[in-house]
């Protein structure tokens, strides 16, 4: 069975340093991509970047170059995605997610439950 | 980035309506189009890829269509459990943008 397994909500202070997790099994993980959306209170889904973890192969969207950094550990079939300093701005629920380059589709098939960040003095 | 407008934003339909949602892209996509279904405080879920193939357990009164830069998910006959929020997603060019979502509610 194909999993996607996050790690907790977490409760930060604005400035400090996170690394979420995203624990894959039931599959090959270095035959997929993993991508990380973001979802602002109440807001839409939002694609922040996808990673190849054979070969750490990562592209991100423009709008969240250099603001967060993913990441993949082959030898423990995880991905993270991390701050090096937090914002409010960056409270939201991150979610992980399979995502699938075949010849005549691309798509998220398998999705993790999400982490709730959550970014206040 | 390529832009992607869902119309309508908000939906009332009553069980059995025949619901179509419509998403515009602001350049061709060729049909690399998904649609996913939220529901509140889960997960999304893929319901099509593809532009048109159902996803594996998706119930077949799930349905899209278009090309270019029009495509539109049509839920046949609508049922209690599909009121929620759905997506689009171009994954055409990078980054793979989702449009802002519908959400169908019940009249």
């Known amino acids: 069975e194909v999993q996607l397994v996050q790690s907790g909500a977490e409760v930060k202070k604005p400035g400090e340093s996170l690394k979420i997790s995203c624990k894959a099994s039931?599959?090959?993980?270095?035959?997929?991509?993993i991508g990380w959306v973001r979802q602002l209170p109440g807001k839409g889904l939002e694609w922040m970047g996808i990673?190849?973890?054979?070969?750490?192969?990562?592209r991100y969207s423009p709008s969240f170059q250099g603001q967060v950094t993913i990441s993949a550990d082959k030898s423990s079939t995880t991905a993270y995605l991390q701050w090096s300093s937090l914002r409010p701005s960056d409270t939201a629920i991150y979610y992980c997610?399979?995502?699938?380059?075949?010849?005549?589709?691309?798509?998220?098939?398998?999705w993790g439950q999400g982490t709730l960040v959550s970014v206040s003095s | 980035d390529i832009q992607l407008t869902q119309s309508p934003s908000f939906l009332s339909a009553s069980v059995g309506d025949r619901v179509t949602i419509t998403c515009r892209a602001s350049q061709g996509i060729n049909s690399y189009l998904a649609w996913y279904q939220q529901k509140p405080g889960k997960a999304p879920r893929l319901l099509i890829h593809?532009?048109?193939t159902l996803q594996n357990g998706v119930p077949s009164r799930f349905s899209g269509s278009g090309s270019g830069t029009e495509f539109t998910l049509t839920i046949s006959s609508l049922q209690p459990e599909d009121f929620a929020t759905y997506y689009c997603?171009?994954?055409?060019?990078?980054?793979?943008?989702f449009g802002q979502g519908t959400k169908v509610e019940i009249k």
């Open positions: 593809a532009t048109s």
């Open positions: 997610a399979r995502h699938v380059f075949g010849s005549d589709s691309v798509h998220f098939d398998y």
């Open positions: 997603q171009q994954l055409n060019s990078y980054p793979h943008t």
């Open positions: 990673i190849y973890p054979i070969d750490s192969d990562t």
């Open positions: 039931g599959f090959s993980f270095t035959s997929f991509w």
